[in-house]
């Protein structure tokens, strides 16, 4: 078993839809827990952090459960431009390796 | 441009071959790590070094493999004896670690994508 799991995708929606994406982890001593977007053939690039208490920036809202070891990612009204995969990524400890899932990969369409 | 800077960003060679790929940190940065990502996966870990110290390597990192960070800045990967299974996009990241530093995230440079014929 990988020691983070996403759904495998892919996700195809309309613009305007809302979509989630789900991530469990397996290490329950993970201290960080990251939301990164990979376009096409590019680098990943940090989309967001995630808090035990949840965190939004504009159309993005992160949660993080504990006690479930989940991960989500909520992305609000969507755009064309957020087509990419987003990968769930786990720190054991700061400062060390990041551990990254498979990645989920969403198109929107017009 | 003050990211994370790899070279080159294509590398084409023969089975067999040796390659050795540089990445230049953000110049701040303590920690600078190595990953390797293939085709419909995320990136794997390789190593990382703290400042010139390489302070842990991955069980992907086969004897074939070798990373230096000889003055803590800059990095190189070498890989001997290339492999058809070598073939891969390698990612740099650097962060800076520590202190009120405790929880930065890492920056990842473009990539170097090897292709092994």
């Known amino acids: 078993r990988k020691e983070v799991e996403q759904d495998p995708g892919p996700f195809n929606v309309p613009e305007g839809a809302t979509v989630a994406f789900n991530c469990t982890y397996s290490?329950?001593?993970?201290?960080?827990f990251f939301w990164y977007r990979q376009d096409c053939r590019k680098e990943p690039k940090l989309l967001m952090s995630v808090y035990s208490s949840g965190n939004e920036d504009g159309r993005f809202t992160a949660q993080l459960n504990r006690a479930s070891q989940y991960i989500s990612l909520l992305i609000r009204d969507s755009k064309l431009s957020d087509s990419a995969t987003y990968l769930c990524?786990?720190?054991?400890?700061?400062?060390?390796?990041?551990?990254f899932g498979k990645g989920t990969t969403l198109s929107v369409s017009s | 441009d003050t990211g994370v800077s790899q070279d080159p960003r294509h590398k084409i060679t023969k089975r067999g071959q040796n390659v050795t790929f540089r990445c230049d940190p953000i110049?701040?940065?303590?920690?600078l790590y190595w990953y390797r990502q293939t085709l419909g996966q995320g990136p794997e870990f390789l190593t990382y070094?703290?400042?010139?110290?390489?302070?842990?390597k991955s069980r992907l990192l086969s004897d074939r493999f070798s990373a230096e960070r000889p003055k803590g800045s800059f990095s190189t990967l070498e890989i001997q004896r290339t492999e058809q299974g070598d073939s891969a996009m390698y990612l740099c990241?650097?962060?800076?670690?520590?202190?009120?530093?405790?929880?930065?995230?890492?920056?990842f440079g473009d990539g170097t994508r090897l292709s092994i014929l």
């Open positions: 070094f703290q400042n010139e110290a390489q302070l842990e």
């Open positions: 990241a650097s962060s800076l670690t520590g202190g009120e530093y405790s929880n930065q995230p890492q920056h």
């Open positions: 110049s701040e940065h303590n920690r």
């Open positions: 290490n329950s001593a993970s201290q960080s």
């Open positions: 990524v786990v720190n054991r400890q700061a400062g060390t390796a990041l551990i």
